[in-house]
Structures are given as structure tokens and as C-alpha cells.
């Protein structure tokens, strides 16, 4: 394959996600295309998520909104963890105030068997989307998105959001031929919606196991890792940074590093530096201000922002985020503000 | 003050939390008393909870349940994080399916000045409960209960269960004497709570903190260190074991064992042998098999409850427990066999 367009190939985010310092430490936000910004609430009204998510203008209008607004340094894809099963023909929705609701959780083989296979031509609107996105957006890199094999498996057993996933961990440990063949199907639909997004002109991938933090070290080793590598092996040819990030993954560090990776998303609650000397020299950071401090004022705001950009300095190299997703109730113009200051900050730092 | 009778002194439970070794490791479940024993739901038929935490004859039936059926090595007081605050006068209610519900939230001085002080006659009730329990309990400890004040706090702010406690900490970044007010308060309550337990009987106290897990660590040592340091000194003169605990508190394992405490409780995510290269030498553990994994196949229960006596081994001392309560849908034969192979196998192991 060819290179990427240089102004997109030397871009801050690309460079970072490299293991390239540049002259600024670039950012982007997790759901920064989402219910902070009044024109992302306007766009959705009277349009379900799974709707927006399927409607290529839509999709390239919500994910283009934080780039505009923002200036963030990478645009990441619109969309949901469980949009590719619901283009397969999985019976779901997500429900408002609830999440993804699943008609027939799976419990069998046979429930694993009635899974239709990902096929590139079920997410075609995605992948007209992603091409309209990367002629709007230029040198600005995107980000692909899909969710990882246990994330998604843990909504197909529970039918729905769980706070423990009792049943989804029932399974695992009690019917391994179940598991295997499920987690077979859900890293192949990983990695086939993640190809078909860079094969449409995405720049990078990020893989999102909501839930993983909920897993022993242990657990995660015998009953996650394999899919997942299976699932960065997969997109290892398409030569574009692998990101990787889960909430509470703390003590998983040093196993989600292992599954193949560039980067290594890192949650609020893990100290950049700290997350360094779990995962391996080669391997950048992302992350990792914790979403409620944009609640505070902005002397705040700002030494935590510094905090953050002083521990990720013990990186290879760092991309700002925050430790989880924007939060609904942020005000947008404190994220812009945190844009410039990141941009600006570094510049002056170089001392 | 006179220590305990000597059968009390030289239980496992309370070796253990004094860092002595025994012939087994002695093993209690957070939740214990709770929604998996049919004998509890039947006596909460038509009882609200608070009703339930307030009634001493329903306390102590509901307390002593599990140590009749399960065999555990140490009873812990049925109550509720919120049921002190209540006590004193705090409009609050707890609401099947959501949780506590707060009248009117704090979001000032005088909103902190508005709680009332805690006073040992506000729970007699729970006094006499003890009195109660600690005659019917004779050899087999009550560990005595209290919520920390950053939980407490959480709720007060948020005015119920919050998943991202952004109110909780926009004011704690954001009104600095608000908060320590608020969290002065708070530590007095907790520590006149766990006091007013020691006095009427109680061998143990535990401090649950729910919700610390949500910090990062630089932000748990700024804003709840010190108030928890507090509670923790005013129960000291007391002289029995003082227990730590959080969900999700892997990276403040070092700062909450710092508080003062003879036992550190350990989540699920983090291996006990790991959370023992974070606490002090002179510290033991509690912990921590993922109550999920109550669900699985009899000999995975065994193997991984195997595992978590071999990374106790590596602490002083160990009180194996859950890594979090018992979900309610827990088989309580399943808890009983468990009992029953955490008494067996430390004897065959002691080779």
C-alpha cells in the first residue's frame, strides 16, 4: 500500500502515535463527537443512535463537529461497539438511558452458530463515510472504532448492560467451546470492521474493551488476550497505529500492551508515569485527565492538564485524552479552551 | 479496658486481623447478610431497608443468618452506609432499584452546616443491636460497619448514586471549605459510628469506601487522605483491628493503607500478591475471589479460591472474603462449600 499524504503521515497525532515527539503533545477527546456539543444534540433529534450511526451524511457531519469546534488533532469515527453486529443482522437497538438491548442473548453454540458472519459489504455506509471524512478532513488523521471481542460478547450473553457480568464470566469459565467459538466470531468482526474503516482512508484504530476492567489479571490472560491479539494481528498489515484502552485496566496494563500495540490508552485512574513501567519501552501513551475535572475551574483544570503532560513525558511519546469519555454535561468551550492550552503549553515547555 | 474473652481473642478472624497465622485462613463475605439467603429475603418481605438497619431485633436476625448457615469466621453488622447519616436527622430514604436518595444535596456552607452532629444516642438502636449479637455470637467476632466520608460525601452532593460523581468533584475542586467542612463532618460520623459499635461490643471495624476507587491517587491524597486518617486515629484508642476497603483501589492501595489501618481489603482486579508489594510489611489482606466466579463450575470456584490462598501467602496474614459483595443471585450452598474448602484446605496445606 501507499504512504499517507505527508501533511497527514507528519501530523502531531500520527508522529505521537509513532513513538515521534513533535513540537506539541496533540489531543483528542474519547466521545468528543457527542451530547457536549449543542449541534451534536441538535443532529440527533428525532434520529436514534443506531440511525446516526448508519447514515453516512450523519456520520461524517457528527464526527467533522469536534474537529471544527475544537481543533483537536485527530477525528475519531461516529459510530458504536455494537454498529457492526447490528449490520451482521443481530437482533439489538440501543435503548435511551439504558444501552444495547439484545433480542436473544446468547447461552449455546447454537446461539454463537445464528451470529452471521461479518462481511466488509454489511458496513459499506461506513466505509463510504470514512472516505467522505478523510476528503473533508485533509491532514487531520481519523481514527477507526470498533469494540473488542469480551466488550462485545458481555452485551451478546447479558442481553444488555451489566454491572458485574455474572453471566457473561458464568460462561467463560463454565463452557469454554462456548466462549472459544464466540470470541472467535466477535475478533473477526473486530478486525474486519477496522479493516474496512482503513482500507477507507483511516489513519489509526482503537480498540475499546469497555468492560475488561471488570477481569482479573488472570482471567483477562486465559479468556481475553488471544482474541485480542488475534484481533491487532489481523489489522498488523494495514501499517497504522493499533490504540488500545479500557476503563479500570490498570492492573491489565501490562497484558493489553502485550495483545500488539502502538499505543496504550490509560484510564484517570492509573498516573501516566506509573503506566509506563507497565507496558513496553517502544509503546506510546494515550490519556489521561479525568473527565469530571472539566467541572472544576480553570486554574484546575489546568495544573491537572500540566500534571498529566508532565507524567507522559516518562513516555516514548503521548497523546492527550482524557481517562474516559467526555462527559454529557462538559462544557464545550472548556474543551477548546484545554485544546489551545495542551497546543500552546507544550511549545513553551520545550525549554 | 479489658481485652475480649480469650475464645473471642483467639478466633481466626481476629489472629488473622492481629497478623498471626492459624491453622486455616478464616473467611467472611462482604454482603453476607443479604438478598442470596432465601432466610433474609423472606424477613425483608414488606421491611424497607433503612426500616430493617433501624429495628435491633431485625439487625441481629439478619447479622447472625449467615454465620448460622454459611459458617463463617466473623459476623459483620447488617446496616447501610447512609444509616448513621439518617439517624441524625438527614432527609434521606434508599430506594429499591436505585439507591439512597438525598433530599436536599449539599452545595455550600450551610448546606454542610445543616447536617446535623452525630451522637452516640441517635443509634442506640444499633447499640443495642450489638449488645444483642455479641451475646449470641460468643466465640465469633462482629465486625463493626461504617461508610467513608468521600462516599458519604458523594451521595450528599450527587443526591443519590452517581456513575462519574462529577458534582461530588467539581465542588471538591472547586470550594475547598466546603468540602473540608463537609469532610469533617463526615470522618466525625463515621468515627462516632464505628466508636459507638467497639463500645457496645464490636471486635473489628471496616470502613467501606465505595466509591474512592473513582479518584486518582494524586487526588485521593489531596482531598480524602486526611479524613480517613482521621476517622481511623479516633477509633485507634479503641484497640481492635481496623479493616480498609474500595472497589477498583488498586492504585491507591499504598495511600489508603496509609490511613492507619491492621487490614487492607483487596478488590478482585488487583492479585493479593501484588496489592502486598503496595501496603506495609505489618499489614494483612482480605480478599479477594471475583464474586462472580460463585457462578462458575464447583472446580473452577476451588481452583481460583486456590489461587487467592496462594497470593494471601505472600501477606502476613490473610482473611480470604469476596473481592466485593456477594451478587445477589449467589447460590449460598456455593458459599457454604466455600467455607467449608477455606477451612479444609488451609489444614492439608500446612506442609
Excluded at 477507507?200 to 488476550?225: E, H, I
Excluded at 490519556?287 to 486554574?299: E, I, M
Amino acid at each position: 500500500m501507499t504512504g499517507p499524504p505527508s501533511a497527514l503521515a507528519e501530523s502531531a497525532f500520527l508522529r505521537a502515535a509513532r513513538g515521534l515527539r513533535g513540537p506539541h503533545v496533540p489531543v483528542w477527546f474519547m466521545r468528543q463527537a457527542g451530547r457536549s456539543l449543542p449541534e451534536y444534540r441538535a443532529m440527533r433529534t428525532g434520529v436514534a443512535m443506531l440511525e446516526a450511526c448508519s447514515r453516512p451524511e450523519l456520520i461524517v457531519e457528527i464526527t467533522m463537529q469536534p474537529v471544527r469546534r475544537l481543533g483537536v488533532d485527530a477525528a475519531i469515527l461516529f459510530s458504536d461497539i455494537v454498529l457492526p453486529l447490528k449490520a451482521m443482522g443481530v437482533d439489538l437497538d440501543i435503548v435511551p438511558g439504558v444501552g444495547p438491548v439484545i433480542a436473544t442473548p446468547i447461552e449455546d453454540l447454537a446461539g454463537v452458530a445464528r451470529i452471521p458472519d461479518f462481511t466488509a459489504e454489511s458496513v459499506g455506509f461506513v466505509s463510504e463515510a470514512v472516505r467522505g471524512l478523510t476528503a473533508e478532513l485533509k491532514g487531520t488523521p481519523l481514527i477507526g472504532f470498533a469494540g473488542a471481542p469480551y466488550t462485545l460478547a458481555s452485551y451478546l450473553i447479558e442481553g444488555g448492560p451489566s454491572k458485574d457480568h455474572a453471566k457473561t464470566k458464568a460462561l467463560m469459565y463454565g463452557a469454554p467451546d462456548v466462549w472459544d467459538g464466540l470470541m472467535q466470531r466477535l475478533a473477526a468482526t473486530a478486525a474486519g470492521f477496522l479493516t474496512a474503516q482503513v482500507r477507507a482512508g483511516a489513519s489509526a484504530v482503537q480498540l475499546f474493551d469497555s468492560w475488561a476492567g471488570g477481569l482479573s489479571p488472570a482471567d483477562y490472560r486465559d479468556y481475553v488476550l488471544p482474541y485480542t491479539t488475534r484481533v491487532f494481528a489481523e489489522v498488523a498489515p494495514l501499517e497504522v497505529p493499533r490504540i488500545h484502552f479500557g476503563v479500570a485496566t490498570g492492573e491489565l496494563l501490562a497484558d493489553m500492551a502485550a495483545a500488539g500495540v502502538e499505543v496504550m490508552g490509560v484510564d484517570w485512574r492509573v498516573p501516566l508515569d506509573r503506566a509506563v513501567q507497565r507496558i513496553r519501552p517502544a509503546q506510546a501513551v494515550q490519556g489521561n485527565l479525568d473527565p469530571a475535572v472539566l467541572f472544576a475551574p480553570w486554574d484546575v483544570v489546568q495544573q491537572k492538564a500540566v500534571d498529566v503532560i508532565a507524567a507522559g513525558k516518562r513516555a516514548r511519546s503521548h497523546i492527550f485524552n482524557l481517562g474516559h469519555g467526555v462527559l454529557p454535561a462538559t462544557d464545550p468551550d472548556v474543551l477548546a479552551r484545554l485544546v489551545d492550552f495542551i497546543h500552546s503549553h507544550e511549545v513553551a515547555a520545550a525549554e
